[in-house]
Structures are given as C-alpha cells and as structure tokens.
Nanobody
Framework: QVQLVASGGGLVQAGGSLRLSCAAS????????MGWFRQAPGKERDFAAA????????LYADSVKGRFTISRDIARNTMYLQVNSLKPEDTAVYYC?????????????????WGQGTQVTVSS
C-alpha cells in the first residue's frame, strides 16, 4: 500500500503562483509513476501533469504546459507541482495519484492510489 498526502493549495490572485506537494509513504519504492489531476465543480477529473518516478520524464496537459512544472524528490518520496501564471479557470481541487504499473499516465484509471486533494482557488 502507498499513502499519499497532498498539500499546498490556497487562495491566490490571477497571475500568482503556488507550490503543491504530495508526500508518499508506505511502499513508496514500488511507484512507477505519479500524477496530478484536477477537478472543478460539476466537471470531470482532468489530467494536469505526470512524472515517471525513476526516470523523471514528464507529461503535461496542453492547458498547463509552460505554466506548471512537475518534479519529484526521490529521497523525500515527494512529488511537487509548481503552478505559475494562475488563471481563474485553474480553480479546482488538485489530486495527486500514484501507480505501481506501467500505463498511460494521462489516464485516471492507470492509478492505484489517490491523495485527498488540495483546493486551489484563483480570484480574478
């Protein structure tokens, strides 16, 4: 089992920045990939970014490319999402997720474990 705890959300003005964190515990050594998804009220959970845990290769949704940066600290078993140039449409609950298995990291069904989510609210 892997436990994930997301943090770092908050209220920020448009154009501002936040750094989200996702700390993994338990059998973190078994992780193949991790990702960030976001869900706005009344909408589906959408892919934002993902990272291959061992290699460090990254994927981004087109909507966040150039503004968001995903990274990880293997020694700390922690994944980060630096979110810059925030827009009101970025307002959502941000969830982190982890998978043990090779798969399409853009797809929610690939993931085995999910964190509790952290709220990001961007005011205009």
């Amino acid at each position: 089992q892997v436990q994930l705890v997301a943090s770092g959300g908050g209220l920020v003005q448009a154009g501002g920045s936040l750094r989200l964190s996702c700390a993994a515990s338990g059998r973190a050594f078994s992780i193949y990939g991790m990702g960030w998804f976001r869900q706005a009220p009344g909408k589906e959970r959408d892919f934002a970014a993902a990272i291959n845990w061992s290699v460090g290769s990254t994927l981004y949704a087109d909507s966040v490319k150039g503004r968001f940066t995903i990274s990880r600290d293997i020694a700390r078993n922690t994944m980060y999402l630096q979110v810059n140039s925030l827009k009101p449409e970025d307002t959502a609950v941000y969830y982190c997720a982890a998978t043990k298995n090779f798969g399409v990291l853009r797809t929610p069904s690939t993931y085995d474990y999910w964190g509790q989510g952290t709220q990001v609210t961007v005011s205009s």
